[in-house]
């Protein structure tokens, strides 16, 4: 049975890692296609080798560019790698432009598409990963959902119960795999001579925050305000290197990075005081860790964490805001929850799409 992956974005590669694992133990011959939608060493090439992922079969080399354009250009030669590969499955994860290419061109072939961290919902349709969301469940025929949440918002859009899936989330799968390597290999907090409990680990690159000039310089100044007292470090999403250079906005006084690999960013989550992000898997990772989250944006599709006082969302309107949050979540901690599953989501998707794959030929139109 032939599954076709289809990743392209650095939270992808990691979502991937364990289930393409699993896949392989279940007995699966999987087509990993890479939309080339991340391209720098950085932002991809790295995650394959650090996470033991097969090369891709294929890179469609897709680069940057405008929505429209950018889908596309995926849309043209993921057709073509369906039409030859013939896939059983073409599996999907998260909410970029990748996953909303490889649903919308496996669909329209009659290819069954399975979508992983499905339901999820911030009822904001000026995001783009919200229209990737709503179009990619939509066209899937097996929904694998992250969290009980994400369940109830597929079956209040009408979803039918016996195409959703409650997977629990790949991201804890990652997070529980990876977690004792990277204390074990990661020399991050020497190279960067942080202490342990005394620093707070940013990440920014939401389209939101980048390209609105008044929000990413209300979010550095936060930054730079709490470096009174804390250090404060940033490994800088190209996106946002490039808005902030645009803005000319100055980080003096941050500890800014380049993109960092999987290890070397779960050994400093492990270690954070707080964490401030406007990342969806980062929000998660610090829970995993037990470290509070500030998210610097207008909501959250990952509302368990804000319900047991993990996380509070603070919209980046003001400097003063941001930091005022992060110093009141210095030594917080929230009540003692489970809602992404028990850290197997990976070896239930495998034997999901094993057992599902004839049902679901026979639920497409
Ligand atoms: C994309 C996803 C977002 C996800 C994020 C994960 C969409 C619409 N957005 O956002 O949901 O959270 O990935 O990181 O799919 N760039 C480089 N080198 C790279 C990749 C990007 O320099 O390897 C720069 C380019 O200037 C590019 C910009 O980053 O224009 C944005 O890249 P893009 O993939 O369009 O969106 P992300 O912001 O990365
Ligand atoms: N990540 C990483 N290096 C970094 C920043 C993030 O390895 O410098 C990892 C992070 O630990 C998480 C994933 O990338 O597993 C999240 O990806 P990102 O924030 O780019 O996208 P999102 O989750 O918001 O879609």
Redesign the pocket.
């Known amino acids: 049975m032939i599954v076709l992956t289809v990743v392209?974005?650095?939270?992808?590669f990691i979502k991937a890692a364990p289930v393409s694992q699993a896949l392989t133990e279940a007995g699966f011959e999987e087509v990993l296609v890479h939309t080339g939608?991340?391209?720098?060493e950085?932002?991809?090439g790295r995650f394959f080798a650090e996470l033991g992922l097969s090369a891709p079969a294929l890179n469609l080399g897709v680069?940057?560019?405008l929505?429209g354009e950018?889908t596309a250009r995926m849309l043209t030669g993921l057709e073509q790698v369906m039409l030859d590969r013939r896939p059983d499955w073409v599996l999907v994860y998260?909410?970029?432009?990748?996953?909303?290419a490889g649903a919308l061109a496996a669909a329209k072939l009659h290819v069954p598409v399975a979508h992983v961290e499905a339901g999820l919902r911030s009822f904001n349709r000026r995001?783009?990963?919200e229209i990737?969301r709503l179009v990619t469940d939509t066209l899937s025929t097996l929904l694998f959902t992250p969290t009980d949440l994400a369940r109830e918002n597929l079956l209040r859009e009408g979803v039918p119960s016996t195409r959703i899936c409650a997977s629990g989330d790949v991201m804890l799968d990652a997070a529980l795999h990876f977690g004792p390597r990277a204390r074990r290999e990661s020399a991050i907090l020497e190279r960067l001579g942080l202490v342990a409990g005394e620093y707070v680990l940013a990440t920014i690159?939401?389209?939101e925050n980048?390209d609105n000039s008044a929000r990413l310089g209300a979010i550095v100044s936060g930054l730079t305000d709490l470096t009174t007292d804390l250090r404060v470090v940033l490994p800088l999403?190209?996106?946002?290197?490039?808005s902030i250079d645009r803005a000319g906005i100055s980080t003096v006084g941050l500890d800014l990075v380049e993109p960092l690999g999987f290890l070397d960013m779960l050994r400093l989550e492990m270690d954070a005081a707080v964490i401030a992000t406007d990342?969806?898997?980062v929000q998660k990772e610090a829970f995993f860790q037990r470290v509070p989250c500030v998210t610097m944006r207008d909501e959250t599709e990952w509302l368990e964490l804000v319900d047991a006082g993990w996380n509070r969302v603070v919209p980046p309107t003001t400097g003063a805001g941001i930091a005022a949050a992060v110093r009141a979540s210095v030594g917080s901690v929230g009540r003692d929850v489970t809602p992404y599953g028990s850290g197997q989501a990976a070896a239930i998707i495998a034997s999901n799409l094993g057992q599902q794959v004839k049902k679901c030929k026979d639920m497409l139109p």
């Open positions: 392209g974005a650095r939270p992808q939608q991340h391209y720098d950085q932002m991809s680069g940057s560019g929505h950018q998260g909410d970029t432009n990748s996953t909303l995001m783009p990963e990737n690159h939401r389209a980048t999403h190209p996106r946002t290197k490039l990342s969806g898997g």
